[in-house]
Each structure stands twice: as C-alpha cells, then as structure tokens.
C-alpha cells in the first residue's frame, strides 16, 4: 500500500490490494486558505537569521503576542528567580558578618534580627517585598550594606511589578476576544440587487454595546502573472463596498448585508456561474471599530473561498416586528435561498446589450439625402437623388420641350459651377447655407413647382450671388459684361417679366449658350 501511495500519491485511496485493484475518484484536497474563517492568518516567518535580536528591542510587544502559556511560565518564572536571588543576597550578607553563627545570642546586633539561615532570609525578602511586615525580621541600624541592598530590592521589585502585571493586563484587556461577538456568514452570495449583479455577505453583533465609527473592507487574494511575465503569488486587490458613497461606514446595531456591485471596475467583472467552478482565489473580510466599553480599537476578520461563494442565492429575513421592538432571528442568519439570476458575467451581459440589431440600424444615407435643408450637401450623389425626385414629381404635369432642354442645361451648368466651387477654395461650402436664401427657400418647398421655380431662378439671378457668397471672387474679378443680342423667347416663356429682358442679367458665357442654342 505505501508504495501505491507512492507512486500514485496521497490523492488517490487503496480500495483493495488485489490483482483487480481499482481506485476511487480523485479526492480534492482541502483548500489552503490564507486567513481563517476565525480570522487567524496562516503566515509563518522563518529564516529570520540575525534578525531575531528586532523582537527583543520590543521586549514588551513580544510578550503580549506571545500566548497565555508562555505569559504565565514568564511570569512565575520571573518572580520566583527574583526571589530566590535576592533571598540568596540577604542570606550571603548574614553569612559573611557572622550573624548565622549568633543567631541565637540576644547581646549580639545582628544585620537582620533573628535571620540565621536561608529559610529565614526569604521569608525576611518576601515580607519586605509583599510589605507585609510581620514585624519579627526587621533591619537593625549597624549594617549599612542591608541598608543599600533594601533601596536596591525596592526598585527592583517595583520594576518587575510593573512590566510583568501591565503586560498581563494588556493582554487580557486586548479587544480580541470582542471580535468573539461579531458575526460574519458561512457563505457569501451573488445574486441581483437593484438591477445590478452583487456580491453579498452579512455582518452582526451578538451584544448590546455598540461598534462605534465601524468600517468595513473588502480584499481578493488572488494570484496572478502580469503581461510582462512577473508571477505574483497571492496578490492582493480591493474590493468596492461602499467607499465612494459611505456604505462603508456601518451602523452596527443589526445584521447587515454587505454588498459588493460588479461592475467594469471589479475584478469579478468577467466571472459568470461556469467560470466560478475553476476559479481560486479568496476574499479578506476585515470588520474595524472602537469597543465602546474600553475605547480600544477591534478588528474581526473572515475569509470566504471560491467555494463558499453561492451564484443566485439571496440570505433570508432575520428581523421581525414585536411589541415594541425589533427582534433578531440569529437562528437564520446563515440561511440563504435560491432566487433567479442569469448565469452569464456582467461582461457577457454589457456585450449582448451593446450589440446593434441589423433591423434597427439606420440607413445614414437615406438620412443625408433626406435630412433638413442644414443637412443637405450638393455631391453628385444628392444630385441624382434630386434628379430622380423631380422626374417622379413631374410625372403628373410636364413642362413644354423647350424649357425642359433650357432647365436641364441650367441645372447642369449650376452643378458643375457648384463642384468647381468646391474644389477650388477650402473656405467654400457645399450646402445649401451657401446659397442665395430665395434659393434656399425653393429648395425647401417640395413639388414638381418648386424644382421648376427653383430652375428657373437659378438661370434669372445667375451666378452672381453665389459668388459673393464664397468670397465675391467673380465681383472682383470678372469685366463687366457687354451686351449680347439674343433669340427672342416665346410669349409664353416666363423667362419674360415686367421688369425688361432677363437676358441683359445674365452672365457673358450663358449668354453666349443661349445664343448658340
């Protein structure tokens, strides 16, 4: 069997030893914690070397860490070489002045009176030491060393008095065993509070004397390696539970549910119910305080692992409503039911949400073309959109052959002078904010009319104002035009006004197609 073990190792159980051998599932060790759920931390300091001489600089602090054991054999220890050191003292002074041999003699002053042998110098010791005073053993005035050696044992003893009795009364006054009466639950849980994904543990204090100015925090020991490959073991990452917003702070007076929201700043943002299972890390609770009773400062730790962590439980109600007060159930303060929360992380949730459905995404070009008059811009694309409107809108009412051809190169010459605007100079713009606003408002107005007015307008007014728009490039310098005599225009064109001839305001290039045409 041991050389089983050894060969498959510890994890793996004998059943039998026969040829037919056959081995149970791997049973999973018990999990390293790195703080206990009592709150001890598992560390051990070894190898120190030379530097063991730094606990005896802080002689005191060494012995109030030490256990009670040891601080109780330091204590009888001290006192009892103390005494037996400083009765040895009184009894060698008796001897070397002789008063052990005329102890009996009562003409004879002895040092110490009635002091013959060392039983009676440590009761003379313990009698001075305890001021008991017995008055049977007393120092006589013709021995100035006992003198010296009385002052000597007095300071002493004061000495060790006060370093032994405080270092006992500040360990048994230490506030470790208030941390006895916090509570913290077996399990912590991940379920949805407010809409939100949280991680979620109680706290609760077992007496009546509050926790004044309590402050709870949150560590994940986890380890992990960095994009640079530095391994680091056991790192240590804080967890949010309230700081910004003070939920920090804590009333103590009732078990309270600690919440942890999960979100693109927790560590936990990526963690779903699947991935919990191969998880491993821990998370540090340590719950901090003054003990209202003794003013000192508590802290209570605890630890929950992975596998403590419950995915879509919630902790049941412990207070209750009674004849004029709150009652506590400590009864179910670990207690916890399943409610219904999704199984995927707050990762997955945030890319599902933020993922665009093909049925609801808008056509940006058919909100260019069709967008208000600030949105319209003059590219050959809009262009053709407007052509082929304008062929649906004058279906119903066509316009005489005529005007139709002197539109049609109108519109055509106004588009390429628009785009050679544009490319010529950076300051000149190709919407509509650039034109004359009696062609903006044309443009605006919809219907077959509007593009036949719109047309129209453009051949009357010329380029004149749109050149002054982008900068009165022409204005300044083109010649003035000289008159051209053109073909006379049919009664019924309404190029015609009451004004004069429109073909006098009309520029020397598009007067001279007028006439070739």
């Given amino acids: 069997m041991a050389a089983l073990r050894r060969k498959f190792g510890e994890d793996y159980q004998v059943v039998n030893t026969n040829r037919a051998t056959t081995f149970a599932a791997p049973v999973k060790k018990k999990r390293q914690r790195f703080v206990d759920k009592n709150g001890r931390c598992n560390v051990q300091h070894g190898n120190l070397g030379g530097e063991t001489s730094r606990y005896l600089s802080d002689l005191f602090t060494t012995l109030v860490d030490l256990k009670w054991r040891w601080n109780m054999l330091i204590f009888i220890l001290t006192y009892t070489i103390a005494w037996l050191v400083m009765a040895s003292m009184w009894w060698i002074i008796a001897y070397i002045r002789g008063d052990i041999n005329h102890g009996h003699d009562p003409s004879y002053t002895p040092c110490v009176a009635n002091v013959y042998n060392f039983p009676s110098a440590f009761l003379f010791f313990i009698e001075t030491e305890a001021t008991i005073g017995y008055g049977y053993r007393y120092i006589t005035e013709k021995c100035p060393e006992g003198i010296i050696l009385f002052l000597f044992q007095s300071l002493l003893g004061s000495i060790v008095d006060a370093f032994l009795i405080g270092c006992m009364f500040i360990k048994m006054s230490q506030p470790k065993k208030r941390a006895e009466t916090l509570m913290f639950s077996q399990d912590s849980v991940i379920s949805q509070r407010d809409g939100k994904l949280c991680l979620m543990f109680r706290v609760g204090n077992l007496r009546n004397s509050h926790m004044v100015s309590a402050q709870i925090r949150c560590k994940l020991i986890k380890s992990r390696q960095t994009p640079e490959g530095e391994f680091l073991p056991l790192d240590q990452c804080e967890l949010d539970v309230g700081f910004g917003t003070g939920a920090d702070q804590l009333f103590l007076v009732s078990p309270l549910t600690i919440c942890h929201e999960i979100n693109t700043k927790s560590p936990f943002f990526d963690l779903s119910q699947r991935s919990l299972k191969n998880e491993q890390f821990e998370i540090v609770v340590i719950l901090e305080g003054i003990v209202e009773t003794t003013g ?41 039911f399943e409610v ?36 319209r811009v003059f590219s050959v694309d809009c262009i053709h959109t407007a052509e082929e409107g304008g062929r649906q809108g004058r279906a119903g009412g066509r316009l005489p052959s005529k005007l139709e051809r002197m539109s049609s190169s109108g519109r055509e010459d106004l588009q390429r002078r628009v785009l050679l605007l544009s490319s010529q100079h950076s300051e000149k713009a190709c919407s509509t904010g650039d034109l004359p606003l009696k062609i903006q408002r044309l443009s605006s107005s919809p219907g077959p009319e509007a593009e036949t007015r719109l047309q129209l307008k453009s051949l009357k007014v010329g380029f004149e104002p749109m050149t002054k728009s982008t900068g009165d490039l022409y204005q300044q310098h083109s010649p003035p035009p000289t008159p051209t005599t053109v073909a006379p225009l049919p009664m019924h064109s309404p190029l015609l006004t009451a004004r004069g001839r429109p073909e006098d305001n009309l520029p020397a290039k598009l007067r001279r197609m007028n006439a070739d045409r």
Avoid: I
């Fill in 296 to 336: 000192m400062t508590c802290q209570a730790r605890t630890s929950y692992t992975e596998d403590e962590v419950l995915w879509g439980h919630r902790f049941l109600p412990v207070m209750s409503l009674e004849d004029g007060f709150f009652r506590v159930d400590y009864s179910q303060f670990h207690s916890t």
């Fill in 340 to 375: 219904t929360t999704p199984p995927y992380s707050v990762k997955e949730y945030e890319e599902k949400t933020s993922m665009p459905s093909p049925m609801s995404t808008p056509n940006p070009a058919l909100g260019e073309s069709c967008g208000g008059r600030r949105n």
